[in-house]
């Protein structure tokens, strides 16, 4: 089975000094999605599915229109959930950032002030991923390993989301334990592509990481964070 992982382009989140929430694509965020329609154009897919954030859509929507798609959204795919900032000056959500990375390691977990626990975003993502991928025939095995049981290995799947949603789908596939800073163990750029793929092992599937936020799609110039 092969899982691959978009994430969304560029995103404004300052608009004249201050914070925009659920913001759109700059325009270079549109230039990225549609290098991702470009490099991607030639490869079938069993499924396609988007967040339901506008960042994510409007990446996608290249993509979906090259296809034919209408807008497959899964709403589990959703970034975790910051405070509500929109219209408030910038210094305010840097602030809240600086100082969550400040805490020690454990209280990372609370996730920022007014917003959702990164705790809570883990488990979310975590769980919806187990019921998604149940419906399609993958189940992880009775064992400690992370091997799964896989009843069509040729099935291949595209989604469309965040850094720390794809971040704990990587954690999921490849069984790893779930820390409170996903975004800066996988560093994913934007309109990145990151690509898992199984292979089977004498009681079932595994799957390995075949490449990690693969921007070689973008121009240098293109290439952000």
């Known amino acids: ?21 659920n913001p759109p694509l700059t ?3 549109h230039r990225q ?11 079938e897919f069993d499924e396609v599915w988007v967040s ?17 798609l209408v807008e497959p959204i899964q709403d ?10 929109h219209g408030t000056p910038r210094e305010r959500a840097d602030a809240a950032y600086a ?7 454990e209280q990372r977990w609370e996730g920022l002030v007014g917003g959702e626990p990164v705790r809570n975003f883990v488990d979310r993502i975590h769980t919806n991923a187990g019921f998604f991928f149940a ?23 595209l989604l469309v989301a965040h850094g720390g949603t794809n971040s704990v789908l990587i954690c999921h596939l490849l069984g790893l334990p779930a820390t409170p ?18 292979h089977a092992i004498g009681d079932g599937h595994t799957f390995g990481l075949t490449k990690l936020s693969d921007v070689e799609h973008l121009a240098h110039a293109d290439r952000t964070y």
């Open 181 to 198: 800073w996903e975004w800066e163990r996988f560093v994913l750029g934007h309109a990145s592509i990151s690509r898992l793929s199984s």
């Open 76 to 85: 589990w795919l959703e970034e975790i959930r910051n405070p509500l900032w």
């Open 52 to 68: 339901p954030l506008v960042r994510a859509r409007q990446t996608a929507r290249p993509l979906l229109d090259d296809r034919r």
């Open 33 to 43: 999605a549609a290098e991702v329609a470009r490099v991607l154009h030639g490869e």
């Open 99 to 105: 100082e969550e990375r400040g805490r020690p390691a």
């Open 27 to 29: 325009e270079r965020g």
């Open 1 to 21: 089975m092969d899982i691959v992982l978009v994430r969304h382009g560029e995103p404004e989140w300052v608009r004249d000094d201050l914070n925009v929430d």
């Open 135 to 157: 419906e399609r025939g993958m189940r992880p095995s009775e064992q400690s390993l992370p091997v799964w049981e896989i009843d069509d290995p040729n099935r291949r799947i």
